[in-house]
């Protein structure tokens, strides 16, 4: 949470492609506010701000107070934003206003730690199933992200969205049967891919005595394709 955080936003009067088109030439993007009871609001905002809130510790679930000139204060959260496909600029924004007095519906990242004794001792793979789990909180308890320790997972165990440590007014809302993280056997390309490394190492012996052994057999069938061959000749011959 970072609500000291403030973004600077101009209401916006006209709408459609060439309004748009002259607020990203002065180097702002369209945006709109909407939610908590109150009326959604046209308004104009730097997508650099934005991008800084993005690329933050709590990212999308940054709370900040947008403050419109000549309008409202309100804290905000970004819900959606645009990119463009070829540039990689932001586009477009959705903010949502916020009530700190009222539970929000919020994904926050999951991330583990320690290495499973399954991958260790059985040679087996630790696969992130999911990256995030939804929780329902307060606005100011929602938290950067949650952590679990995988150190004790063996072949065919796994850690669910139902461990996730819950603090304060913290309800989950995925289902505790979601499996985040487990250990599993390695597939059979994936066991290609460590094994192919070490066979590519070689020699120069290696790789002539390869050749030296290929060739006799070569010659080898050649010699016998002739000789069975030959009767056949003959007895055309005859």
Same mark, same amino acid.
């Given at each position: ?12 009067? *006209?709408?459609?492609? &060439? =309004? ?5 030439? @002065? ?8 939610? /908590? ?5 046209? %308004?104009?905002?730097?997508?650099? !701000?934005?991008? @800084?809130?993005?690329?933050?510790? *709590?990212?999308? &679930? ?6 419109? @000139? !000549? ?5 905000? #959260? ?36 320690? =290495?499973?004794?399954? +991958? ?8 992130? %199933? %999911? ?22 997972? #063996? #072949?065919?165990?796994? +850690? ?15 289902? /505790? =049967? ?7 056997? #390695?597939?059979?390309? !994936? +066991?290609?891919? +460590? %094994? ?43």
């Amino acid at each position: 949470m970072a609500r000291d955080i403030s973004v600077a936003a101009e209401s916006r009067v *006209t709408r459609g492609k &060439n =309004e748009s088109r002259r607020l990203r030439q @002065r180097g702002m993007i369209p945006a709109i506010l909407y939610g /908590a009871y109150g009326q959604a609001v046209a %308004v104009a905002v730097s997508p650099k !701000e934005v991008t @800084r809130i993005l690329h933050s510790k *709590t990212g999308h &679930n940054t709370i900040f107070n947008l403050a419109i @000139r !000549e309008g409202e204060t309100a804290p905000a #959260m970004l819900v959606d934003w645009q990119y463009d496909p070829v540039k990689d600029t932001l586009l477009h924004v959705d903010l949502k206003r916020i009530d700190l007095s009222k539970r929000i519906r919020v994904s926050v990242p999951v991330t583990t730690f320690g =290495e499973a004794k399954g +991958v260790k001792q059985q040679d087996g793979l630790l696969e992130l %199933v %999911v990256r995030e789990v939804e929780i329902e909180c307060l606005p100011d308890e929602i938290p950067e992200h949650f952590t679990l320790d995988v150190t004790e997972l #063996m #072949m065919g165990q796994s +850690v669910r969205a139902g461990e996730v440590a819950l603090t304060g007014s913290m309800v989950l809302v995925s289902s /505790a =049967e979601l499996v985040i993280a487990h250990v599993v056997a #390695m597939r059979a390309e !994936e +066991v290609a891919a +460590v %094994v192919a490394p070490e066979a590519a190492v070689a020699t120069p012996e290696a790789g002539a005595a390869a050749a030296t052994t290929a060739e006799p057999e070569v010659i080898k069938k050649g010699k016998k394709e002739e000789e069975a061959a030959v009767p056949e000749t003959k007895g055309k011959k005859k």
